[in-house]
Nanobody, 118 residues
């Protein structure tokens, strides 16, 4: 599975961005995708996840500001971000989890930079 993320950029506090992640390769009918982020000097953290059936989870820090969605026909994942804050500044990674017997295999995109600054 290959993941290509895009849509990052520089935005002022309070602004909005929409990230996209195009998945290609061997995509399973049942899978889990999500967005993670890593700020300088910090560990990578989960931002939001979504199952192939549409069930979602969000980090507390982004709930009510970020919306994760997917287009299964296009194998594309999205993250709509509003009311952005400086603390949202990070490298955002797209993740695909393949369910295998007893574990999940993780696939990662190259990351797209989001910078929130005035």
């Amino acid at each position: 599975v290959q993941l290509q993320a895009s849509g990052g950029g520089l935005v002022q506090p309070g602004g909005s961005l929409r990230l996209s992640c195009a998945a290609s390769g061997s995509i399973d009918s049942i899978n889990f995708m999500g967005w993670y982020r890593q700020a300088p000097g910090k560990q990578r953290e989960m931002v939001a996840t979504i199952t192939s059936g549409g069930s979602t989870t969000y980090a507390v820090s982004v709930k009510d500001r970020f919306t994760i969605s997917r287009d299964n026909a296009k194998n594309t994942l999205y993250l709509q971000m509003i009311s952005l804050k400086p603390e949202d500044t990070a490298l955002y990674y797209c993740n695909y989890k393949r369910r295998l017997p007893g574990y999940f295999a993780d696939y990662w995109g190259q990351g797209t930079q989001v910078t929130v600054s005035s």
